[in-house]
């Protein structure tokens, strides 16, 4: 059974960080190119940013270059996104998804992120 399984969301204050952690269970990470998706209240799914499989190719939607950086450990098996100066337009719940961009195979179930003073 495939599974991803986020953590690391919750409240921050405007300019503040928090750091994703997804890990991956049931699929050989290290083949795959793994994303970040979100999706903000009342709004469809939205692409993050994109690493690919060993770590040395990584894209950002603009709105997040230069604040998020994602990466990950082919060893555990796990993805991260470092999320610095937060703004309240990145309040959504965040998922880690296997594949390129918004073209996913497999998607877990999210960790909330509100982002409010």
């Known amino acids: 059974e495939v599974q991803l399984v986020e953590s690391g969301g919750g409240l921050v204050q405007p300019g503040g960080s928090l750091r994703l952690s997804c890990v991956a269970s049931?699929?050989?990470?290290?083949?795959?190119?793994m994303s970040w998706v979100r999706q903000a209240p009342g709004k469809g799914f939205e692409w993050v940013s994109s690493?690919?499989?060993?770590?040395?190719?990584?894209r950002y939607t603009d709105s997040v270059k230069g604040r998020f950086t994602i990466s990950r450990d082919n060893a555990e098996s796990t993805l991260y996104l470092q999320m610095n100066s937060l703004k309240t337009e990145d309040t959504a719940v965040y998922y880690c998804?296997?594949?390129?961009?918004?073209?996913?195979?497999?998607r877990g179930q999210g960790t909330p992120v509100t982002v409010s003073s």
């Open positions: 690493i690919s499989t060993g770590g040395g190719n990584t």
């Open positions: 049931g699929i050989t990470f290290r083949w795959l190119d």
């Open positions: 998804a296997s594949g390129w961009g918004l073209r996913n195979t497999y």
